[in-house]
């Protein structure tokens, strides 16, 4: 009696502490849910907070006089004559004009560099395509120098950051803004360039168009095939060491490091095939080999999900195999199939290591029209800007993060679209 | 004429092909009284005219795709004059360059030697008679399959079922890349990698404890010889692998253990997304943020705490490695721990157990195996990261295993040594597939175990 007496004491006794470890584990969870969702959140407010000022640039508004003499420039049909013009002079003299005071060769070259040094190549194409200009004034925005840009930008915000500028070009920014002809606006150059080395001239278009060319390359070779593997081991495959072998194989490809797809494409592609480097074509093919197993796995879910029924009332029917694949599995394990396509596409698109194997992340200028021109993709020029040295850079690089990210979110969205809209359930 | 047109051709004789077959097969069927009298519908001596006409021509299209350069370029090297003969492999390599360039068109003839130019127009003329040869062998044998695939079409031929046969050997074919690919990777870094262990000895390599592979060009020069001692970079890796593990693991694990036992439904619906959105965050972003954010937050912290913590610091690319791995493991996690039969959970409880002492005594032992492997999977993707660590940790070999010192990693010496100019047979670039060979036989024994422990896992409750 008394043993059982004590037994209880023991209970009630150890009630408080095990009610207390009990919601101690309960805070435990709470909190690494918590320190998750803050990476989440705090990952996110980084990149935007750092990428949004990117989406807007800063001009300095001058006349622009088309002086045929100054340029050199009698007739704009003559290719030569362009080609030999002295652009940079027009805006060189409006920014004389605009800042009379200034004398002397250091501060004229101070003065000059408060525009982007591609300026004059810009107002050549303006003329081009305004024939009527030449020899007319006209007051124009001209995109500012990076270094202009960050520190407006950053005075704008209150924390005004000079440390590359000197004292006579801040004096002459002030200047330019009581008279309000500094502004920030759309910044065209991001979406519409290819890269560069000066950082306000510096676009993501090539980068996108890479990026297209390769994951469209990628989606003709890696869906059918995968599609094609994924219904043979499904439907078709005999179980036996062999099927067992190609399961082992794809299973460990999906978690082979994606470097070392990147060794495979150098190896076999470049040095035994000769595939030229940084095209596509190569690009696509490794990131094939790679997104292969997702897309194989995810389609071999979806046609497992269709229920064996199905297939023994066609087969009653009197339909092959092949029939029975093609006119209803296949049909009804499309979405699935699409969804997940669509999820490879997007690690495809965010690949970064194996592409920097294979060259594509040599500086292309040019955008890139097919599949054998040179090209680079969005998250290789991201990390290339994010080595570039240029401040400027840091803010361009969050901005490209941002478009990427936005990518892939409507590319996950849609997914999970897909598979809501589309999945029957049965 | 272009391939690709050489494609479209053949894929319009395919589509010939088909009607010439299918209209043969009405004809035949037609005085028999109906298609009811043929073996197969009409569709299949359609399919199988197809087949015929266009499989052995793409076959060979492909094949004398990737073949022709390299066999054109043999013929061209091995007819140079003798004042051209190349001495070295770098030589050949330039000159072959060279030649192709100018046969291109891209070089311009202008200051060239008479002989180099005849050996271009030699090349080009080659290529323009591949290109010829290669249209009239395809079409050749597209016409004859397609009038053999025509001419088997009779009431009593079996065309669905060879069709299907062919079907099922070309799905065959697509599962079998995988194995393909496999051995792609298992031979492109073994051949080089036994390549690179007749320059270096493989024992020097593994067990080596100093790194510095700038081979000299010259070869008196300083530091000629670099040293491929890769412990360094192993200890690099797993330091930060083990900052990752040690951020990941508990975080991902006690988020799975909540979403899956306690939390309500609606906490589960949205937390959970909404940490699988880290999943889906492309590693150069973590890079990023791991290089201009935490690296100088966490070097500011130090230094407001009297410690030097480097600004490539391991600690700085760990902690952000182990948040991407977070939902790594607690997706995988989740699965192991909702598979426990609810039955064990009511047996602890009924028993008088609390909540949390039936996680933690019957769900986590009995998940275990599940749990173990996906960390194993989860670190076999650390070592393997990359963006990451080439953005964030740094690139000299140290041999340390304090977390605020800057380290180098296997993946990192890889992309450094295979970026940029490179020649082939240097020990350098070649050191590069030999840290793959490890990476890749690391990665393979953890995946491969850990596959095997999840497979076991399911079993048992299944």
Known sequence: MSNSMDNLQKIKSSLKRRSRSESLFRWYGRVAIIIGLAAVLALFVDIISKGHGAFKATYIQVDIHYDGDLLGVTSLADKPQLMQANWDALFKSALREKFSDVSGRSDKRQLYKLVSNGTGFDLKEHLVANPLLLGETESQWLLADDDIDTYYKSWL????????LTKKQIQWIDQLHQQGDIRLQLNTNLLTRGDSREPEQAGIYGAVMGSLLTLLLTLILSFPIGVAAAIYLEEFAAKNKFTDFIEVNINNLAAVPSIIFGLLGLAVFINFFHVPRSVPIVGGLVLTLMTLPTIIITSRAAIKSVPPSIREAALGMGASRYQVVLHHVLPLALPGMLTGAIIGMAQALGETAPLLMIGMVAFI?????????????????????????????????????????????????????????????W | MESLNLLLLMLTLGAVAFYAGRSRSLAVATPLGGIRHLHSLPNYYGLNALLWCALPSLFLLILWLVFDEAVINSIVMSSLPAELVPSSKADYNLLLNKISNLADGIMSSKGQS??????????AGLRVISQWVLTALCLILATIGL?????????????????????????????????????????????????????????????????????????????????????????????????????????????????????????????????????????VVYGFFAALTVAPFLRDLGADFGLTISSES?????????????????????????????????????????????????????????????????????????????????????????????????????????????????????????????????????????????????????
Not at chain 2, 114 to 123: D, F, G, N, Q, T
Not at chain 2, 225 to 250: D, H, K, R
Not at chain 2, 318 to 342: E, K, N, R, W, Y
Request: contains cysteine; glycine residues 6%; charged residues 15%.
């Open chain 2, 314 to 462: 391991a600690l700085a690319a760990g902690l952000v490695m182990g948040v991407m791995i977070i939902p790594f493991i607690s997706s995988l996690a989740d699965d192991v721990i909702t598979a426990v039969p609810q039955a064990m959970r009511d047996g602890s409880l009924a028993m008088g157990a609390t909540h949390s002492e039936t996680v933690r005594k019957v769900v986590i032992p009995a998940a275990l195996p599940g749990i173990v492997a996906g960390i194993m999977l989860a670190i076999s993707r650390a070592i393997g990261e990359t963006m990451i660590v080439v953005m964030a940790a740094g690139l000299a070999a140290k041999l340390t295993a304090n977390p605020l010192e800057s380290v180098t990693t296997v993946t990192v010496q890889i992309v450094t040594l295979l970026t940029g100019d490179q020649e082939f047979d240097s020990p350098k670039t070649l050191a590069a597939f030999a840290l793959g060979l490890m990476l890749f036989t690391v990665t393979l024994l953890l995946n491969i175990f850990a596959l095997h422990i999840v497979k076991k896992y399911r079993e048992q409750y299944e």
């Open chain 2, 114 to 123: 008479a002989a180099l130019i005849a050996v271009a127009e030699s090349m």
């Open chain 1, 157 to 164: 915000d209150g924390e005004p950051y000079d440390a590359r």
């Open chain 1, 365 to 425: 200028v040019d955008i890139p029209q097919g599949f054998t021109d040179p090209a680079t993709v969005l998250p290789v020029q991201i990390f290339l800007w994010a080595d570039s040295p240029e401040r400027a850079f840091i803010e361009k690089t969050s901005a490209a993060i941002m478009v990427l990210l936005s990518f892939l979110l409507i590319m996950n969205i849609s997914a999970v679209w897909l598979r809501k809209r589309l999945e029957r359930r």
């Open chain 2, 147 to 283: 009038y053999w695939g025509w001419r088997r079409v009779a009431a009593d031929f079996r065309a669905r079922q060879s069709v299907e046969r062919v079907m099922e050997n070309l799905l065959l074919g697509c599962a079998c890349l995988a194995i393909f690919t496999t051995i792609g990777i298992v031979f492109s870094v073994l051949f080089e990698s036994i390549q690179f262990f007749r320059s270096v000895p493989f024992f020097d390599f593994v067990f080596g404890l100093d790194w510095s592979p700038q081979t000299a060009i010259r070869e008196d020069q300083v530091g000629s010889s670099g040293s491929f001692g890769a412990v360094p970079l192993f200890v690099g890796t797993l330091l930060i692998s083990a900052v990752a593990m040690f951020v990941a693991v508990p975080i991902g694990l006690m988020s799975a253990i909540y979403l899956a036992e306690y939390s309500g439904k609606s906490v589960r619906t949205y937390a959970k997304p909404a940490l699988e959105v880290l999943a889906g965050v492309p590693t």
